[in-house]
């Protein structure tokens, strides 16, 4: 299973919104699984409530038949309630939570804030353990105790080092904790290959939410264990994850992507967030032509 996470694109401190419909009109088309909004990816962070509430709105819209989770996290659990709320009134297939802080959390402070969300939503809900950007770290423990909670329906575990045997030997010890009907997912693209032919369920994707064909190249042989095209499929990709490397990670990346693309304007990150400067989005524009990347409509 693949689900897209794509960019929330500004412009002028506003949402696209005109760019947004253009990323999920091209997503509903592309053959994913699903589409994931308001994720690290979709800026939801520096997002408003108003805003939240219009880009959930709107991908729901938009995405015709495909299912779309929204984002609900926040540093409050009050607010993370309204923003559940407003993923429901849009009718969103369900959710995806993180644990957002700025103080520290603690364990108990995570399995609290995940109880509460649970008894208070009838959508279903994703773990989204994401250490690199909310400095929380799960505990497989804590994995057990928040699957337990009625509506988890899946855990998205981070990337972590390892060959194929490796990560399948992790994934079968979290199969033990976890009740049946609890999906793991994998982060972390350059890892997604390996993570599925281990025996991950989905892949939650951030290339997939700009270049939807890319991740579908990598889990179309996946899901038919052809191991053999899976990687070679990752493989050559691998100057896409080499940008994610040396520029810090996927966000600044993708979003120049989608700027080169005419997918969104230029500078279409929200503030302080400085997209890649002009040697970087070069090297970004020289990937994508070395890839024989330009238009991804089917």
Same mark, same amino acid.
């Given at each position: 299973?693949?689900?897209?996470?794509?960019?929330?694109?500004?412009?002028?401190?506003?949402?696209?919104?005109?760019?947004?419909?253009?990323?999920?009109?091209?997503?509903?088309?592309?053959?994913?699984?699903?589409?994931?909004?308001?994720?690290?990816?979709?800026?939801?962070?520096?997002?408003?409530?108003?805003?939240?509430?219009?880009?959930?709105?709107?991908?729901?819209?938009?995405?015709?038949?495909?299912?779309?989770?929204?984002?609900?996290?926040?540093?409050?659990?009050?607010?993370?309630?309204?923003?559940?709320?407003?993923?429901?009134?849009?009718?969103?297939?369900?959710?995806?939570?993180?644990?957002?802080?700025?103080?520290?959390?603690?364990?108990?402070?995570?399995?609290?804030?995940?109880?509460?969300?649970?008894?208070?939503?009838?959508?279903?809900?994703?773990?989204?353990?994401?250490?690199?950007?909310?400095?929380?770290?799960?505990?497989?423990?804590?994995?057990?105790?928040?699957?337990?909670?009625?509506?988890?329906?899946?855990?998205?575990?981070?990337?972590?080092?390892?060959?194929?045997?490796?990560?399948?030997?992790?994934?079968?010890?979290?199969?033990?904790?976890?009740?049946?009907?609890?999906?793991?997912?994998?982060?972390?693209?350059?890892? *997604?290959?390996? #993570?599925?032919?281990? @025996?991950?369920?989905?892949?939650?994707?951030? $290339? +997939?939410?700009? %270049?939807? /064909? =890319? !991740?579908?190249?990598?889990?179309?042989?996946?899901?038919?264990?052809?191991?053999?095209?899976?990687?070679?499929?990752?493989?050559?990709?691998?100057?896409?994850? *080499?940008?994610? #490397?040396?520029?810090? @990670?996927?966000?600044?990346?993708?979003?120049? $992507? +989608?700027?080169? %693309?005419? /997918? =969104? !304007?230029?500078?279409?990150?929200?503030?302080?967030?400085?997209?890649?400067?002009?040697?970087?989005?070069?090297?970004?524009?020289?990937?994508?032509?070395?890839?024989?990347?330009?238009?991804?409509?089917?």
């Amino acid at each position: 299973m693949l689900s897209a996470f794509p960019l929330t694109p500004l412009r002028n401190d506003q949402v696209d919104e005109p760019a947004f419909l253009r990323i999920i009109q091209r997503l509903a088309t592309s053959g994913v699984d699903s589409i994931t909004v308001l994720g690290s990816t979709g800026c939801a962070a520096y997002l408003s409530p108003d805003e939240r509430d219009r880009v959930a709105t709107l991908a729901v819209q938009q995405a015709s038949e495909v299912p779309v989770w929204v984002g609900v996290s926040d540093l409050r659990t009050s607010r993370v309630l309204q923003h559940v709320e407003s993923a429901e009134r849009a009718g969103a297939a369900g959710i995806l939570l993180a644990p957002m802080s700025y103080q520290p959390l603690t364990e108990n402070d995570v399995f609290e804030l995940f109880r509460t969300i649970s008894a208070r939503t009838s959508l279903p809900i994703t773990v989204y353990d994401n250490p690199g950007t909310t400095h929380f770290t799960f505990t497989q423990e804590l994995y057990g105790r928040i699957a337990s909670l009625p509506g988890i329906v899946s855990i998205k575990i981070p990337p972590a080092p390892g060959d194929r045997a490796t990560t399948r030997k992790r994934i079968d010890g979290l199969r033990a904790i976890l009740p049946e009907h609890v999906g793991i997912g994998i982060s972390g693209d350059a890892a *997604a290959a390996t #993570a599925l032919l281990a @025996g991950c369920d989905t892949w939650y994707s951030v $290339i +997939a939410g700009t %270049l939807p /064909l =890319a !991740a579908l190249s990598i889990t179309e042989p996946a899901a038919r264990s052809d191991a053999e095209a899976t990687v070679a499929a990752s493989e050559r990709l691998e100057p896409l994850w *080499a940008l994610f #490397a040396r520029y810090g @990670g996927s966000l600044r990346v993708v979003a120049a $992507i +989608a700027e080169q %693309l005419g /997918l =969104a !304007a230029k500078d279409s990150l929200p503030l302080p967030i400085q997209g890649l400067d002009a040697d970087a989005r070069s090297h970004v524009a020289s990937v994508l032509r070395e890839l024989n990347i330009h238009d991804e409509s089917r």
